[in-house]
């Protein structure tokens, strides 16, 4: 059986950090980009990074470029999104998502195009201002 499972939400206070951790079983990292969405209270989910290991391509949302970094441990199959800098409007439940064969370029789409192959079960991110 495919897992992801998340890792490492919690409460923050705002200027704070967390770091996110994906870790897949039973697919190969360079099948796939991975990455994380996010829901927020009465808003729609949103792609928030993504890493596609084979080709070496990354995606962040504006909101987030230069506060969060994406990398993966491919000798542990796990993806990790170091949040820095926390505001208010990151608290969320972001779920790791993995979509086949695809770019990390085209991971903010892939959920609409119905391509997400996989999707972990949540961790709530809260930030207090």
């Known amino acids: 059986e495919v897992q992801l499972v998340e890792s490492g939400g919690g409460l923050v206070q705002a200027g704070g950090s967390l770091r996110l951790s994906c870790t897949a079983s039973?697919?190969?990292?360079?099948?796939?980009?991975i990455g994380w969405f996010r829901q927020a209270p009465g808003k729609e989910r949103e792609g928030v990074s993504g890493?596609?290991?084979?080709?070496?391509?990354?995606y962040y949302s504006e909101s987030v470029k230069g506060r969060f970094t994406i990398s993966s441990d491919n000798a542990k199959n796990t993806v990790y999104l170091q949040m820095n800098n926390l505001k208010s409007e990151d608290t969320a439940v972001y779920y790791c998502?993995?979509?086949?064969?695809?770019?990390?370029?085209?991971?903010?789409?892939?959920?609409?195009?119905?391509?997400?192959?996989?999707w972990g079960k949540g961790t709530l991110v809260t930030v207090s201002s």
């Open positions: 890493i596609s290991v084979g080709d070496g391509n990354i």
């Open positions: 998502a993995a979509a086949g064969y695809i770019s990390a370029e085209g991971f903010p789409n892939a959920e609409s195009l119905g391509i997400i192959d996989y």
């Open positions: 039973g697919i190969s990292f360079r099948d796939y980009a």
